[in-house]
């Protein structure tokens, strides 16, 4: 914060027998966490409620009660733990989960690198990522005309979830449109059936 702004801020707050804008500003700032979940809730719910099943029969979505922040789109007829499109208001990425074989998909990354490219070349821009399971990561970059656009932080971003949020799943669902190609879909069901781990 810069001084400029924190002198501002305590001027809006020197109010000599007023303390209770300060304590209701505390306040706020002590629910910032539960109202950042119930906006982006807001946007899971929304993205949610208009993807139509038909339009992609190939594809199916899952959001989870208990989590405010994510949702994810994967293979009709596979499981949500295999390779997945995740949205978590962090990051936008491709990854895989449990019913995948960490060692097949990596045999598949040698075998058929342009492949992996072709995914990759999804996203608007590829972030840093350490996690093996992931084979591409977007971070916050979304854009509404603000001075944060494409660095947004997640406290920040939230604000766009809540109170610009048709605007917001509209961006969000031209990205997932990206990998729902048929030449997409069809690597992201040639993956799931080499790689899918032996289950007894």
């Known amino acids: 914060m810069n001084e400029e702004l924190i002198l501002n801020a305590m001027r809006m707050f020197k109010t000599p027998d007023n303390p209770e804008k300060w304590n209701a500003f505390l306040e706020l700032?002590?629910?910032n966490v539960p109202i950042q979940n119930r906006w982006w809730r807001?946007?899971?719910?929304?993205?949610?409620n208009s993807e139509s099943r038909e339009e992609k029969p190939d594809w199916?979505?899952?959001?989870y009660p208990n989590n405010n922040w994510e949702i994810k789109w994967f293979i009709r007829g596979e499981r949500d733990d295999s390779l997945v499109i995740q949205f978590w208001g962090e990051a936008l990425r491709v990854v895989f989960f449990g019913a995948l074989d960490i060692n097949e998909v990596n045999k598949f990354r040698e075998d058929q690198p342009l492949d992996i490219i072709k995914i990759k070349n999804c996203f608007e821009r590829i972030d840093e990522n350490n996690c093996l399971q992931t084979i591409g990561r977007e971070n916050r970059n979304f854009s509404f005309d603000s001075i944060y656009d494409g660095k947004f932080s997640i406290p920040q971003l939230s604000w766009y979830a809540g109170n610009r949020t048709d605007d917001f799943k509209e961006k969000l669902i031209k990205k997932i449109r990206k990998f729902q190609t048929p030449e997409i879909t069809a690597l992201f069901k040639e993956i799931n059936e080499k790689c899918r781990k032996d289950t007894p």
């Open 42 to 48: 807001k946007l899971i719910e929304n993205v949610y």
């Open 60 to 63: 199916d979505i899952r959001i």
């Open 29 to 31: 700032v002590n629910q």
